[in-house]
C-alpha cells in the first residue's frame, strides 16, 4: 500500500509541477499538498513537522516572488495597471485555447492589448510592456519550476532513502 500512496502523492506533485507555468493551477501549494497527505499517511515517519514548514515556507516564498516577478518586470518596461491585468487575463485566455503557446503569447499580447485600449498607448509602449510582462511572468515561472523540482526532488529522497 505503501507504494501506492507514494506514487499517487508523486503524481499529485507533477500536476503541481505543472503548475509552475500554468496560470489557472496552484502548484507549489499542491506540490506542499501531497506532502502534507504523505505525511499524514506515514505518521511523519519519513520527514517531519520541520520539512512540512521548509516545505510550506518555499511554497509562499514563491509565490510571492512569482507575483513580484510579474509585477516588476512589467513596471520595469512601463507596464500600467491595466497591461498587467490583461498579462493575466491573456495568459489564462491563451493557454485554454492554445495551450503553452498560447500562455506566452496570451501574456504578450494581452498585456499589449490592454495597454493600447485602455492606457491609450502607442504601440512601441504598449509592445515593451507586453514584453516586460513577458520576461517577468518567464522569471516568475522558472524560479515557481526550480522550486517545485526541488521540492519534489527532496520528496523522493526522503520517500526512497
Request: include cysteine; charge should be neutral.
Amino acid at each position: 500500500m505503501s507504494i501506492v500512496v507514494t506514487i499517487l502523492c508523486f503524481l499529485v506533485m507533477l500536476v503541481g509541477l505543472a503548475g509552475a507555468v500554468l496560470p489557472v493551477l496552484p502548484g507549489l501549494p499542491i506540490i506542499w499538498v501531497a506532502f502534507l497527505g504523505y505525511g499524514l499517511y506515514d505518521g511523519w515517519q519519513d520527514y517531519g513537522w520541520q520539512t512540512m514548514l521548509a516545505a510550506g515556507l518555499v511554497a509562499a516564498l514563491s509565490l510571492a516572488v512569482d507575483q513580484l516577478a510579474s509585477v516588476y518586470g512589467a513596471k520595469k518596461f512601463g507596464a500600467g495597471r491595466a497591461g498587467m491585468i490583461g498579462s493575466f487575463v491573456g495568459a489564462l485566455l491563451g493557454v485554454i485555447f492554445l495551450n503553452i503557446p498560447g500562455l506566452i503569447l496570451g501574456t504578450f499580447f494581452g498585456a499589449l492589448i490592454c495597454e493600447m485600449a485602455f492606457d491609450r498607448r502607442d504601440l512601441k509602449a504598449a509592445s515593451a510592456s507586453g514584453l516586460g510582462a513577458l520576461l517577468g511572468f518567464l522569471a516568475g515561472s522558472l524560479f515557481k519550476f526550480m522550486m517545485s523540482a526541488a521540492l519534489i526532488a527532496y520528496f523522493l529522497y526522503a520517500v526512497i532513502f
